[in-house]
């Protein structure tokens, strides 16, 4: 009989409808598609203001992405494609979003993004996506000052996550709290690129280290590496992370450490709903409220 | 808008800095990059198009190769000596 196989890295597809929230013919709505290496965001906004989104993985085809994340996002709305006054295409597959106005980097609008669910406040941003890692330093409006992309492949990402989390078998949402039962935090493990990180974490299992052991030395290795990024870019209050890894406890809380910054400020969307990992969606639909508005003027 | 492309690993960091502002899309420094590692981009900067010059997205992940032959003459390099608006600047500490 053969084994069950259980997919650990397999994070939730969702999407969700602001409560309290609805729409008229007569007004201004727009979307946002960020179609990222690894998920596919779309979010829709209503007279600029946050209305729906929708979460699905990229598959081969970013087209077919870009459609699947935005037909998530219309689900049960009752608004179809054709009610989108303006829609603007970002992240890495955003030349693909064959449905879009425009296309706009994923740095101007993740910037945006995080001012839309942070507020003015906000003056750091580190985007962790599935294949690279942002910093961005904005203004109070969401204006990218400043911007650094780390160079290489997967190396503390998202993806590099995920192959941890099949490796250890345990499933991706767990990973970042089961990092944090450890007693003393080891040392980072030396290599950040994936596929040696996962030669090195297997040795260590086999000399005997426990799993929480192994993920925690894991994920130190990515925090210190996105500390590096920030710290080039220059530190500066607040400090929001957007992208997958926002929901990683176990990156979070050791970020917070090495930066010394003592309380990142709690994503709002823990009160109102707004997920970070929509940010540069949310920003997108910004961008294509400004755009609409401005064609209109002429 | 101040673009770093390069890297940060064991041998060091090493960074090409480009500043949006003082750039004006000229294309010089396009022309002299020995390794053809950047290239005019449009960037979408305060709701409008603005023609910049960009380390094309084949070398991003790749500066330290592309860049090897350069880097240790830091800001004497082509790109940065041609660049009348001092628009591109470098960074290079080894370890």
Known sequence: MSQPTTEFW???EYHRIMPNKKWTKKDLITAGVDVGSVGSKAAIMVNGEAYSWGITRTGSNSPESAKKALDYALQDTGLRVNDLKYIVGTGY???NVPM???AITEIACHAKGANYIWGPSVRTVLDVGGQDIKAI???ETGRVVSFLMNDKCAAGTGRGMEVFADLLKIPIEEIGEISLRVDKEPEPVSC??????KTEAMG???KGWSKEKVLAAYTRAMAVRMANLINRVGLEKEVVITGGQSKNIGIVTRIEVILGVKTLPMPKWRENGLDPMVAGALGAASFAKSLYEKAQRG | MITHYG???GSGEY???IDSDKCNGCGKCVQVCPQKALQLETEFIDLEDKTIAAVAEAHRKKIKYTCSACKPETNKTPCILVCEFKAISSVWNPR
Do not use: M
């Open chain 1, 10 to 12: 397999r994070w939730q």
């Open chain 1, 93 to 95: 597959g955003r030349v």
């Open chain 1, 100 to 102: 879009a106005n425009k």
């Open chain 1, 137 to 139: 330093r904005i203004d």
């Open chain 1, 192 to 197: 950040t690129c994936v596929a040696f990180a």
């Open chain 1, 204 to 206: 260590l299992l086999r």
């Open chain 2, 7 to 9: 890297y940060c690993d």
């Open chain 2, 15 to 17: 960074y090409i800095i």
